[in-house]
């Protein structure tokens, strides 16, 4: 018993291993841990490392007509799944997407996830045909993971039309002043019948 | 002061002596022998003298009698202990407290959630908790240090009554007086 109460009594200090928890918003790490760049997890600051964008997800991809072509997909099609970055001041990745011919109508479903610990992103679906933004993200119904959040587009695009697709930041300013205004995605998209 | 005399007297019993044996017979025709010195008559030593006076005992006799302490005093004391066993105890509140936060946000292993403002409240209040239950902890302490230097501080006086015996002897015929007295 005078045990028992000597642990409880003594045990008043949090003790948090290094990568017990994934970055928060802005980066946020308990005291004494920072955000490793590469992981997105809290470890001990002397260990950790700077955010640096996968070069094999990054492109030359800052105009609509430039943006990174998303394979055909069918009317009905399997999830396509890649990967993207947003590095420092990179104001937008394009994706190019061309809906099927053919097909009685097509729904496309876009999700991007990242991680929550650096700048928040949003998408934006143009049809580069007309012109025209034709939507913009909104609350996914099914949230990522923790230590991730995501983005979703549901919407009805118009067969044989090509669209854009842009990945930014969302600019709210969650992007620690300044110091963490990039962040790593994954992009999905699937095309269903609505 | 001499206030009383308790006397105490014992008869020694009279020394007895045995019967002498009968003198030898005388032996015949004794031979004149020289005339012996007088025996020499004793001289009064009064450094040798027997004092009969009362002698004082080697060790007084002390009695003491504890004084109570006063309400006040009881109050004063009391207070200041329980206030100390109060703020003790508002420092364990701190304490576990501390700990329950402390413990929310300890893992055990990867958690896979991000560190939230929620978590970062946890560990301010375990912070915070923890600094409190030290601080009630030293004060309860200093309080209960205080009240106990304060009960031997101010613990309350004694009554003294020393008593001084005396013997005397005095031999009586056939035996011996002894008295004892005690002055106080």
Redesign the interface.
């Known amino acids: 018993m005078r045990a028992w109460m000597l642990i409880a009594l003594a045990a008043c200090s949090p003790d948090i291993p290094s990568g017990s928890y994934e970055c928060g918003p802005n980066a946020a790490c308990p005291t004494g841990q920072a955000c490793d760049g590469p992981t997105n997890t809290c470890v001990i600051s002397s260990i950790a490392t700077a955010f640096a964008c996968d070069p094999g997800v990054e492109h030359d991809d800052n105009t609509p007509a430039t943006g990174t072509k998303i394979p055909q997909l069918a009317c009905v099609s399997n999830v396509f799944q890649t990967a993207g970055c947003l590095a420092a001041n990179d104001g937008q990745d394009w994706w190019q997407l061309t809906a099927p011919t053919g097909c009685v109508a097509v729904e496309a479903k876009v999700i991007v996830s990242y991680p929550v610990a650096f700048e928040p992103l949003a998408l934006a679906l143009t049809d580069t045909t007309t012109g025209a933004q034709v939507a913009t993200d909104t609350a996914c119904k099914n949230p990522p993971p923790g230590g991730e959040d995501s983005r979703c587009i549901t919407q009805t695009i118009t067969s044989g039309d090509d669209y854009a697709l842009a990945v930014k930041p969302l600019g709210m300013g969650d992007d620690c002043d300044g110091t963490c205004n990039f962040n790593r995605y994954t992009l999905s998209v699937q095309l269903d019948t609505p | 002061m001499r206030l009383a005399w308790i006397a105490l007297a014992l008869l020694v019993p009279a020394r007895a002596f045995a019967d002498e044996p009968p003198p030898p017979p005388p032996e015949s025709a004794p031979a004149p022998a020289p005339t012996e010195a007088p025996p020499p008559v004793p001289v009064h030593d009064p450094d040798s003298a027997a004092d009969y006076r009362p002698q004082p005992m080697p060790k007084d006799i002390v009695i003491k009698v504890n004084r109570d302490r006063d309400t006040n005093n009881i109050l004063l004391v009391g207070g200041i202990a329980a206030a100390g066993a109060l703020l003790g105890a508002v420092g364990?509140y701190y304490?576990?407290d501390?700990?329950d936060?402390?413990?929310a946000?300890?893992?055990k292993?990867?958690?896979?959630?991000?560190?939230?403002?929620a978590?970062?409240a946890?560990?301010d209040r375990?912070?915070s908790?923890?600094v409190k239950?030290g601080v009630f902890y030293g004060l309860g302490g200093a309080a209960l240090l205080a009240s106990a230097v304060l009960f031997i501080v101010t613990a309350p006086g004694e009554d003294r009554t020393v008593i001084h015996p005396h013997y005397a002897i005095a031999p009586t015929r056939g035996g011996a007086f002894v008295a004892r007295a005690w002055s106080f």
């Open positions: 364990v304490n576990l501390s700990r936060a402390a413990a946000i300890s893992p292993m990867p958690t896979s959630q991000p560190w939230t403002s978590q970062q946890d560990y375990a912070h908790s923890g239950a």
